[in-house]
């Protein structure tokens, strides 16, 4: 859902006049087109999301505020002098323009610390607390008849309220993201190249193409672009990714950008990489890893569903199956194991023949690639060692179409379920919790000691998981 349209209007407001006044001294250019697109990215920000934070952190991610400040000078100094040359300075006001051009880039500074202090409010807990009382209050007036059989809304409202209180004594920042706000939004480092503009063309005896000239001698106008903004924001993404990467070339994206950013920083003079072939450069290597990623994303989730398959088809005919999930929620549960037994199979040969056909791969090759290695080394598959050398072994040479799991294998799955072994299981793998731990490290790290705690629960080890942890080293199918 896009940002209510009162609160995009009025902060789109004056540079949307901007827009208007440049069309109507029929500017054009380079600058004036960039400028409109700067414009364009606001809409399009705008429409993206209803969250302000996240609205207002692009914008500040972006730079821009600056940037459309910036096109907007050069284009109106573009137009001042075109209108200088055809008349022979007739009509050409030096003075109004650099009070202009100014003007404009004071009122960017002021937008981006209004900007600031809007996030702040809204990343509070004050703010979010009462957005899910009026949230919760329009569900409870448009939905009245849904709390019914729970007793009603205002009972449904009383739990809720008493249980978000419980989190909230273990956890007392849930409601409050004004840190995150802090460390990665600051508009300071974008505000100070902004005001060394004003604060050049204020000087005693300027003029307006003195003005413009110095900002490109002095390099300060690459500065007040945001560039080194952008190289903070590419850091924490790959800083991001290597906490609780979804897949190693995440990682590598992240690091080249970085590395695109540096070469050319380096071979610029004043140390700032040229935005425009910065973006092309960053372009070209999203162009690069998307097809790697799609394939990835697209083989992981195959063979994820295919262990799926042999799990449930497997566990749908133990004679517990219908009093536990996901069979105990049907209308008739032993009805729907009994369709879960005669209907799998065919899907996964399905799945099977798609893993064959699109990237040549058959059933076993799954645990000699590395997104299997890369997914069980990360600690995110959700399956034991254990259980997955038993779906191997003994589930999968069974499931084809028209064809049911022996007796004996269905005792021995059984006996991995917690329904025959509570308290415990060796279905999970055991290390689920490291990945939760990794990201809170990481959250620590970046905002402050025991902030994630503050914040969110932690994934405890889970006690019922009997299994032992992967060994990779001893896995039978890796080669």
């Known amino acids: 859902m896009p940002l209510d349209p009162m609160i995009l209007d009025s902060i789109l407001g004056t540079f949307k006049n901007m827009v208007e006044d440049c069309k109507q001294k029929e500017i054009s250019g380079e600058d004036f087109d960039a400028m409109v697109a700067c414009y364009h990215r606001m809409e399009e920000l705008g429409q993206s999301t209803d969250d302000m934070n996240v609205f207002n952190g692009s914008m500040m991610q972006e730079n821009i505020y600056g940037k459309f400040s910036d096109h907007y000078s050069r284009a109106l100094g573009a137009y001042a002098r075109q209108a200088s040359a ?22 960017a500074v002021k937008r981006l610390e209004d ?33 019914d059989v729970a007793g009603g809304f205002d009972s449904v409202k009383k739990q809720m309220e008493k249980s978000s209180k ?22 300071e480092s974008l505000i100070k190249p902004i005001l060394k503009v004003i604060e050049l063309g204020e000087q005693p005896g300027m003029t ?41 070339y995440y990682i590598e994206v992240a690091r080249k950008k970085i590395e ?48 799926w398959d042999l799990f449930d088809w497997s566990l749908s005919y133990c004679h517990f199956a ?20 005669n209907v799998t199979p065919g899907i996964f040969k399905e799945r099977e023949k798609q893993l064959q056909k ?18 069980v080394k990360m600690s995110y598959f959700g399956f034991s060692q254990e259980i997955t050398e038993f779906l191997i072994e003994e589930v999968y040479p ?51 000691e025991s902030y994630y705690e503050s914040k969110y629960p932690i994934a405890e080890k889970n006690a019922d998981a009997l299994a032992k942890p992967w060994n990779w080293e001893t896995f039978k199918y890796k080669s």
């Open 86 to 107: 055809s008349s022979g300075d007739n009509g050409y006001d030096d003075r109004a323009l650099l009070k202009q051009s100014i003007n404009a880039l004071k009122d």
């Open 115 to 147: 900007n600031y202090k809007e996030m702040l409010r809204m990343a509070s807990s004050e703010y979010n607390e009462a957005q899910s009382e009026k949230g919760l209050d329009y569900v409870g007036r448009t939905q009245k008849k849904t709390f």
């Open 166 to 187: 419980e989190a909230k004594k273990k956890t007392p920042n849930m409601f409050d993201s004004s840190v995150e706000i802090e460390v990665l939004s600051n508009p």
């Open 208 to 248: 307006f193409p003195t003005f413009l000239r110095m900002q490109i001698e002095t390099g300060i106008d690459k500065a007040m672009e945001g560039t080194g903004v952008m190289r903070d924001g590419l850091v924490y993404g790959l800083e991001f990714a290597e906490a609780i990467p979804a897949n190693p």
């Open 260 to 307: 695109a950013f540096d070469k050319l920083a380096a071979g610029n003079r004043f140390k700032i990489p040229d935005l425009k072939e910065l973006n092309y450069l960053h372009d070209d290597i999203d162009r690069e890893f998307e097809p790697i990623i799609r394939k990835w994303d697209g083989i992981k989730r195959i063979w994820e569903s295919m262990m």
């Open 322 to 341: 219908p009093k536990i999930e996901p069979w105990s929620f049907a209308p008739n549960p032993i009805e729907a194991t009994i369709f879960d037994q």
């Open 358 to 375: 699109y990237f040549g791969m058959s059933f076993m090759d799954i645990f000699k690639h590395q997104t299997f290695e890369f997914e």
């Open 398 to 448: 069974h499931c084809r179409p028209f064809n049911h799991l022996p007796s004996e294998i269905i005792k021995k799955r059984g006996m991995f379920n917690a329904f025959m072994r509570s308290p415990g299981d060796l279905e999970l793998n055991p290390d689920l919790h490291i990945p939760n731990h990794k990201l809170r490290d990481f959250y620590n790290i970046k905002f402050g």
